[in-house]
């Protein structure tokens, strides 16, 4: 039996991958999902799908130390510096990157400067309320007219 090599060529496709890719890192949440600028750092957890022990977690491109918990998840630390949304992604070991992943900062909160000039009144000190003095016990006396 012959094998035509032509045939064979017709056979198997070239125009079809030759090896089987990951679909990639995906986000599904940030976790906490706010912070606050008062809080000072933070660790994000990310959580998602198609994550490898090398990835690394970016806030507004910048990699962040990154610390790989499973497929799943990922953990990172995270210093806001200023109000308004940081855009976390996730990129693996081969250059692939997730979607972003919205993350609010809060601004600092400061007191308004209307109750911070208000004085609260001292409370008064309790007077007791007025007791009942006992009275002279009232004693049998004899009747001496009688």
Request: aromatic share 4%; glycine share 6%; hydrophobic share 30%.
């Amino acid at each position: 039996m012959s094998i035509d090599a032509r045939r064979l060529a017709a056979y198997y496709d070239a125009s079809l991958p030759t090896s089987v890719t990951s679909p990639g890192p995906h986000i599904t949440s940030l976790t906490p999902s706010t912070v606050s600028v008062a809080a000072g750092q933070t660790t994000i957890m990310v959580n998602g799908s198609g994550f490898e022990n090398g990835s690394v977690v970016e806030a507004d491109g910048t990699a962040l130390t990154t610390t790989f918990v499973n497929a799943g998840r990922l953990t990172a630390p995270y210093t806001p510096t200023a109000p308004g949304t940081v855009n976390f992604t996730v990129r693996n070991i081969d250059d692939a990157e997730s979607n972003d992943a919205p993350l609010t900062v809060g601004a600092l909160q400061e007191e308004p400067a209307a109750m911070s000039e208000q004085t609260t009144p001292e409370p008064e000190p309790e007077t007791p309320e007025p007791s009942e003095e006992p009275s002279e016990p009232e004693t049998d006396t004899p009747d001496t007219d009688a």
